[in-house]
């Protein structure tokens, strides 16, 4: 299985300031590599996939970067309905596994 | 508005099968641009792929747990399910039903979920 590793796993941050959460493979994963948002109680959301493509109705304020086993998921401006926990997802290879998570708190 | 959602069981036995189904709304399992996956998550946990199922019928399975698993569909009610048979303590998770979009298998609709427990 490809294991994927995140961090940090937790980062407290304000209203307002740019965030960037990585995310990295255990091998090549090209670019299928899709990021997640997860509120308390509350099933998982799309916000990009393919490593770098905006789901639609997200928030250009996020946006992902990366290829091959290195890959960053960035807030622009940190909004107060952001705080929540980000997971990565690699979708090259079966089985389908996630990062840990990073919990992003209000500082 | 494709809406999906978990029904089932919210207490299971150990050793005994747990069963969920997924009923979907605002469009057809039976599309061939989609699988339809399971996907559960441990109390304070990180995700876990459980496994998909394509509108034929073909299904592929997270290995650590295929020996357990059987995903189906029923095209007919626009659901499908998932079996998970000889539980311990720790299959105690919150299940989601989610579409995965064949091609980059990204998960862009999820059911609310469903906190499935395993205790005598």
């Known amino acids: 299985d490809i294991q994927m590793t995140q961090s940090p796993s937790s980062l407290s941050a304000s209203v307002g300031d740019r965030v960037t959460i990585t995310c990295r493979a255990s091998q090549s994963i090209s670019s299928y590599l899709n990021w997640y948002q997860q509120k308390p109680g509350k099933a998982p959301k799309l916000l990009i996939y393919?490593?770098?493509s905006l789901q639609s109705g997200v928030p250009s304020r996020f946006s992902g970067s990366g290829s091959g086993t290195d890959f960053t998921l960035t807030i622009s401006s940190l909004q107060p309905e952001d705080f929540a926990t980000y997971c990565c997802q690699q979708s090259y290879s079966s089985p389908w596994t996630f990062g840990q998570g990073t919990k992003v708190e209000i500082k | 508005q494709l809406q999906l959602q978990e029904s089932g069981p919210g207490l299971v036995k150990p050793s005994e099968t747990l069963s969920l189904t997924c009923t979907v709304s605002?469009?057809?399992?039976?599309?061939?641009?989609?699988?339809w996956g399971w996907i559960r998550q441990p109390p304070g946990k990180g995700l876990e792929w459980i496994g998909s199922i394509y509108y034929s019928g073909s299904t592929y399975y997270n290995p650590s747990l295929k020996s357990r698993v059987t995903i189906s569909l029923d095209t007919s009610k626009n659901q499908f399910s998932l079996k998970l048979s000889s539980v311990t303590a720790a299959d105690t998770a919150v299940y989601y039903c989610a579409r995965d979009s064949s091609g980059y298998n990204l998960l862009d609709y999820w059911g609310q979920g469903t906190l499935v427990t395993v205790s005598s």
């Open positions: 605002g469009g057809s399992i039976s599309s061939s641009s989609y699988y």
């Open positions: 393919a490593a770098s």
